[in-house]
């Protein structure tokens, strides 16, 4: 049986349809490509076919699309997101160009770590759907600084006995240099401490944590020294596996449309920010205002707030559930514009109120074209228009898209 690809599916695949009528979701294929679905094996190669640069490409999940050459790839991303836009009621959306991260740039990972039955260690991403592991010996993707330490890794989790079968390994590369969350199966002894800071000391790491495998909460086992990560000049010390943007361009690229999407500001103007984290749009935001800044991690708002005391910020840092208690209508007025960048799930929870509001600005960071376009279509019920929408690519050959979308209504 042969098919011809028609179009690329939401997680990366090619689709085609095979003679009984049915969809066919083809793998490491592009369109226009005739395929042998078994396999699948490909007949006629697009001209937009490129060779994959990483030899862990196909048994490796973290990227998808590395045969696809960047242009193409980057128009594709740009498509879902007018496509999510138009589902919600906006057809007519300015989309602009895709914002690409280049390769070797993500500054965040969380790398699973198996012990084999001979002691030796697996480091690397999930395989595609699967369980096993992918042992890397290197990553396009990832920060060069995070690559070289998946060697020196696999030496310290090998003489690790916190380490008995499986784990995971979150680096965050801060400003002052890589930090180090192990998530495993075992208690962590002093002998794991000693280790743990040997190795901290050799690495350069200021400080590594540790927390279970499964469930939550966090203990510094090894620290060196301060860690800290700049937001807009503003010094901030992140708590264990905290989230950062996946990359210093993705997050460059966020806050500039963001900021670009701001309504013309007075001297006594107001932000109301949700989802705020570390404060990676805070601070920003406090340059130009009054931000009101709700995140419900109470480390992450702890460190926030710290910062913005430490240098003078005009942030406001509340702990706060959005989606048990999501602001009310009352809560929103008097603000020129709301920040919002939800997790994954979006911000149902949130939208009606906010649709109810005389709120005339929303600017809506997403991670997830499904969730933004159910959100989006009440937005278009309450009558905001869409300014502008960047998509941004942070997760590079995946088929993962961010986008900032700015929604207003009213003169
Ligand atoms: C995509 S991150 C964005 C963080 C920040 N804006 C940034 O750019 O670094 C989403 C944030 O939402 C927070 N969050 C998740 N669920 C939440 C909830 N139910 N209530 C409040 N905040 C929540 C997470 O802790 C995380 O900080």
């Not at 920003?284 to 992450?300: D, F, Q, T, W």
């Not at 702890?302 to 009310?328: F, M």
């Not at 929870?349 to 159910?374: D, F, G, W």
Request: hydrophobic share 45%.
């Amino acid at each position: 049986m042969q098919v011809t690809i028609e179009a690329m599916g939401a997680a990366g695949d090619g689709i085609a349809t095979a003679p009984d009528g049915n969809r066919l979701y083809l793998p490491y294929t592009l369109p226009g490509e005739a395929v042998r679905p078994d396999g699948p094996i490909v007949l006629s190669p697009s001209p937009e076919r490129v060779a994959p640069p990483c030899p862990h490409f196909g048994p490796c999940g973290g990227c998808v699309l590395q045969h696809w050459a960047i242009p193409p790839y980057a128009d594709w991303k740009r498509a879902r997101l007018a496509e999510a836009l138009s589902r919600a009621g906006f057809p007519d959306a300015p989309v602009a160009p895709t914002r690409v991260t280049p390769p070797a740039t993500r500054r965040r990972a969380d790398l699973a770590v198996r012990r084999r039955p001979d002691g030796s260690v697996v480091l690397g991403f999930h395989a595609r759907g699967g369980a096993a592991v992918e042992d890397l010996s290197t990553c396009h993707v990832l920060d060069p600084a995070l690559v070289a330490l998946f060697e020196p890794l696999r030496t310290l989790l090998r003489g690790l006995p916190a380490f008995r079968r499986e784990g995971s390994a979150v680096l965050n590369l801060l400003d002052s240099g890589p930090d180090l969350l192990l998530r495993l199966d075992g208690p962590p002894g002093v002998a794991d401490r000693a280790t743990l800071a040997a190795f901290a000391a050799r690495h350069g790491l200021p400080r590594i944590a540790g927390g279970p495998l499964k469930g939550q909460g966090t203990e510094t086992l090894a620290q060196l020294g301060p860690v800290s990560i700049a937001f807009a000049g503003a010094s901030v010390a992140p708590p264990p596996g905290a989230f950062l943007q996946a990359t210093p361009q993705g997050e460059a690229a966020i806050v500039e449309a963001v900021l670009d999407g701001l309504p013309k500001l007075t001297g006594k103007a107001r932000i109301v920010e949700l989802h705020a984290g570390l404060g990676t749009l805070s601070f920003p935001l406090a340059a130009k205002a009054r931000v009101i800044a709700y995140e419900g991690a109470p480390e992450a708002v702890a460190a926030l707030d710290a910062a913005a005391r430490r240098g003078g910020a005009k942030i406001q840092a509340v702990r706060r559930d959005l989606v048990r208690q999501p602001l009310s209508v009352k809560e929103l007025e008097g603000h020129a514009a709301l920040v919002l960048d939800p997790p994954f799930a979006g911000a149902a929870e949130q939208i009606p109120a906010l649709a109810k509001s005389t709120l005339s600005r929303v600017i809506y960071v997403s991670c997830n074209p499904v969730a933004l376009a159910r959100d989006a279509k009440l937005l278009h019920a309450a009558g905001f228009r869409v300014q502008q929408a960047t998509p941004v690519d942070q997760f590079l050959w995946s088929a993962q898209l961010e986008a900032v979308v700015v929604f207003a209504r009213g003169k």
